[in-house]
Every structure is written in C-alpha cells, then in structure tokens.
C-alpha cells in the first residue's frame, strides 16, 4: 500500500507540474460538450438545408471524410523528430525539412486514402447527393494538405524547443473542431464564436470543401483566395519557426530530451 | 588544438567536463559560446552543410535513431540514404562493416532483439558508413563488451591507418592508451595535453 501511495504521489507530482496540460484538458472536454450541445439544438438540419444546400448527414460526412486530411495537422511531423532521431539526422548532411517532408509523404497519402475511402462509402452507404466541382474540390484539398504541413511545421518547432505540441493541438484541433466548420454549422455559432472560426484554417478548408461538393454558401473564387493566402502564411510561419527551433536548440544543446 | 589528417585524438575527462559537447559542437549540433572549430577547413558554425559532408558521427546517446521494428542492416541503408550514399555502394559498405564490427550473423534481425554492445556497434558502423574523412565519437565503446571493444579499437586503429582522422572521446584510460597517439585532458573547459606516461598512471 505505501509503494502504491509513493507512485501514486510521484504520478500526482508530475501531472502537477504540467498545469498547462490540465487546464487543456479541462476545456478540451468542454469544448467537445459544447459542439454536439449546439448540434442537438434543432436549428441545425435546417440550418444544413438552407445555408448549406445539403442535408446534415451530407454535411457531417463531408466534414468527417475530409477532416482525415487536416486532423493530423499541428503532430504530422512529430513522430518524426523525436529525442532519439533528431540528432542523428541533424548531422547527417540532409537537410532537415527535405527529411522531414519525405518522411510524412506516406502518412499525408494514407490520409488522402482514408479520405477517398470514408466519403465514398458515407456516399454509397447513405445515399448522399452532392453535386461535384472537381477541380475546386482537388484545389481545396491541396489546400488543405499545404495549411496542415504549415501547421505541422509550427507544431514541430514547438515541440522541438518545448518538448511538447499537446497545447497546440488542443488549441488548432480541439478549440476549432467547435468552430473550424467541420460538424457543426458556423452560422448556428454565437457570434463571437463565429468571429473565432474566421481565423481558423479549418473554416476555409471546410467550407470550400462544402462549396466544391455544392453548397454555394460562399463564393469559390473568394473561398480560394483566402485559403491561398491564409496557407501560404501558414507555410511562411512554418519553416520560420522550424528554423528559429533549430537555432534554439543549437544554441542550448537540448535536441534530445530523453 | 590542431588535429592533422590521419591523426587520432582521445579527449579523457569526467562527467560533465564537455566532452560530448565539443564532440556535438564539431559535429555542428551546438554552436559553440565563443571561439572556433573547423573541420576540414571548413567552419562549423558558418558552413555547418560543408562539415556534414566531411563527418561521421556516433553520439553518446547514439543507440537512438534506430527503428526498434527494423533489422540492423536496414536501419543502416535509411542512414545510408540520409547520408546521401548510391545505394548500392551503401549496400557494400554495410555489408563489411557488419563483418567488421560482428554483426553479420545478426544483421537481419530486428534491433529491437540487439544487446547493449551489439546497438553500440550497429551505431559506431553508422558513424563509419559514410566512410568520411573525420570520425567523431563520443564514448565509442560504452557497454561493448571487452573482446569487441579490441576489434573497436583495431577497426579505428586500421583506418587511421587508411589516412582517416579519429576525435574519439573516453572515460575509458585504457582505451585512450590503446588509441590515443594524442591525448588530451579536458578539464572545466579548458583542454591540456597529456603524456603516455600519465594516462597510464592514471
């Protein structure tokens, strides 16, 4: 009973000091509470109807489908920059973003697979109607492809310099699974909340997708211009803060921390 | 200090004294505070992609980097690939120095199934794959085993032999006296040579 009490203590201890990770913890479930509270709120089927030109099961497997293309985001790099790995790669004379990104390739396919496969069977197995742009609908998957190594870049250095993305992920996948557009409508959002999911990369890729599958909830030409931007800045902060987490930590020597 | 072509280097020191960070900042992983290390004329904070090419490296944490679920010799080839060699070149150089360092017979196997010794050596014949001109190693034969910690020592001594140039850091005196033509004490960051004689005493 005492050797359970000390682990018991030293477990407490070390959650303790991840205070961050807590409080994280704590809206992550709030915030999941809140989605399906305003899901359930009855204005949502027709709010897909109406605003969406969709029904609520086009609209939610649309987001689910195509969500595999964004949700690995912010940890897409991480696996492969862990303590053991970074130095060893850093002193081989391949650059670090070329590893980085051919290393990822294969999780971004299986990803785009997963995509393929999850919509055409919510399309088959339900009957769902949609009518197709394909060429936006490939524009806003790339898209969304680029914005996500953005983010993984940025998810990457910060892991690299703090030894941790969980704040990250929290903040740009459970905070935006709210308000990123992908299952719940943003037009049934409170308005400050709708004011948040504008500077989501999330809104964009999702609402373009639903634009693409015929929604003309927004304009495609605006929608594209956006997006472009928003990832090119995205892609832009990326590497700008990949190459500031090297610099740090070859400044303080910590690559590995284990 | 000035270590010439050929030569091979042993730093000694305690734990702590920096001997893994000066073998992490010649192999650019640190930027050095102040002063100026450089490898084969090249800067190591200034020309850090030109040093890359020129080193090969074993870390002291240089068990890591290895997928547990891979075998030996294909977590070598994936190094080989980072390390920019043609493949089938990296193929042969695998190939021997497995028999080198004995891992030949276990080359297949996963290396999650690998002893201590055996990761160290399967991490000292990465360092040696790129077959590059200077070696870095820090604590080349931590937990390798005392007959393969000679055939270590007899594969370093061979390729400075071969005109390569060794900086080898030890905790190990015996090992510093069986490699260490130069050896060096490195102490509260200061370096100071010293002779046969006293590393044997010591």
Not at chain 1, 211 to 216: H, I
Not at chain 2, 136 to 145: C, I, K, N, R, S
Not at chain 2, 150 to 173: A, D, P, R, Y
Request: net charge positive; glycine share 10%; aromatic share 10%.
């Amino acid at each position: 009973m005492e050797q359970v009490l000390v682990i018991f203590k030293r477990e407490l201890k070390v959650k303790a000091s991840y205070r961050l990770t807590a409080v994280v913890t704590v809206i992550s479930a709030l915030s999941g509470l809140f989605s399906y509270a305003f899901l359930g709120n009855g204005a949502v089927v027709s709010t897909t109807t109406t605003t969406y030109g969709m029904s609520l099961a086009a609209f939610l497997v649309s987001g689910v489908a195509f969500g595999s293309i964004v949700s690995s985001g912010v940890s897409m790099f991480t696996e492969y920059a862990g303590p053991s790995q970074i130095e060893e790669v850093m002193v081989s004379p391949t650059d670090f973003r070329l590893f980085i990104l051919s290393s990822s390739l294969l999780s971004l396919l299986i990803g785009l697979a997963i995509t393929g496969i999850m919509f055409l069977s919510g399309v088959m197995l339900f009957n769902l109607i949609y009518s197709y742009n394909l060429s936006l609908l490939v524009a806003m998957v790339m898209l969304g492809i680029f914005s996500s190594i953005g983010l993984g870049l940025i998810g990457l250095g910060f892991q690299i310099v703090y030894k941790q993305t969980y704040f990250l992920s929290w903040l740009l996948y459970s905070f935006t699974g709210l308000v990123g557009n992908m299952i719940v409508p943003v037009q049934i959002l409170p308005g400050v909340l709708q004011s948040l999911a504008y500077v989501t990369p999330q809104y964009y890729f999702f609402t373009g997708i639903r634009v693409a599958l015929g929604s003309n909830v927004a304009t495609a030409t605006s929608l594209l211009v956006t997006f472009t931007g928003y990832t090119l800045i995205l892609l832009l902060i990326g590497f700008a803060s990949l190459n500031w987490a090297l610099r740090s930590v070859r400044q303080n020597g910590t690559h590995a921390w284990s | 200090m000035d270590v010439g072509q050929g030569d091979i280097v042993t730093i000694v020191g305690k734990n702590g004294s920096g001997k893994t960070t000066l073998t992490r900042i010649l192999s650019t992983l640190v930027t050095p505070e102040r002063g100026e290390a450089i490898v084969c004329g090249f800067d190591v904070v200034r020309e850090p992609r030109q040093v890359r090419k020129r080193i090969g490296v074993l870390l002291n944490a240089g068990m890591g980097g290895f997928h547990a679920r891979l075998s030996g010799k294909e977590n070598l080839e994936y190094y080989g690939a980072l390390y920019q060699i043609p493949q089938k070149e990296a193929g042969e150089r695998i190939k021997a120095l497995l028999a080198d360092l004995e891992l030949q017979d276990r080359g297949a196997d996963q290396f999650q199934s690998y002893s201590t010794g055996m990761r160290r050596r399967l991490a000292l014949a990465r360092a040696l794959l790129p077959n590059a001109p200077v070696v870095l190693l820090d604590e080349p034969t931590l937990g390798v085993d005392p007959w393969s910690t000679e055939q270590v020592h007899k594969l370093l001594l061979g390729l400075v032999s071969e005109g390569k140039t060794i900086f080898c850091t030890t905790n190990n005196m015996s090992e510093a006296k069986t490699l260490g033509k130069h050896v060096f004490l490195l102490d509260e960051g200061k370096l100071s040579p010293i002779s046969q004689s006293e590393v044997m005493a010591s």
